[in-house]
Nanobody
Framework: QVQLVESGGGLVQAGGSLRLSCAAS????????MGWYRQAPGKQRELVAR???????NYADSVKGRFTISRDNANNTLYLQMNSLKPEDTAVYYC?????????WGQGTQVTVSS
């Protein structure tokens, strides 16, 4: 079992920045890939960015150059630095971890970007 708790969401004006955090606990020694997903109202959940334990990353085209994913393996924490935010980034952001083929999710944190 893996428990994930997100924090750092909020309301920000377009062009602003936010940093999301995800604290992982439980059977985290077997976590390889971790990622951030988001779901806007009326839309499907989509991948924002993900990172392997070794630090390899990939991003959705819509956030490349604006968002940066990172992880602190020593403290079992995942981060998402979001810069140059746009109204279309408004969504609930979820932390994800895959352990032995099972996907675990956090409860989500709301990010709202006003124009």
């Amino acid at each position: 079992q893996v428990q994930l708790v997100e924090s750092g969401g909020g309301l920000v004006q377009a062009g602003g920045s936010l940093r999301l955090s995800c604290a992982a606990s439980g059977s985290i020694f077997s976590v390889n890939v971790m990622g951030w997903y988001r779901q806007a109202p009326g839309k499907q959940r989509e991948l924002v960015a993900r990172i392997s334990r070794g630090g390899s990353t990939n991003y959705a085209d819509s956030v490349k150059g604006r968002f940066t994913i990172s992880r602190d393996n020593a403290n079992n924490t995942l981060y998402l630095q979001m810069n140059s935010l746009k109204p279309e980034d408004t969504a609930v952001y979820y932390c994800n971890a895959v352990v032995l083929g099972i996907a675990y999710w956090g409860q989500g944190t709301q990010v709202t970007v006003s124009s």
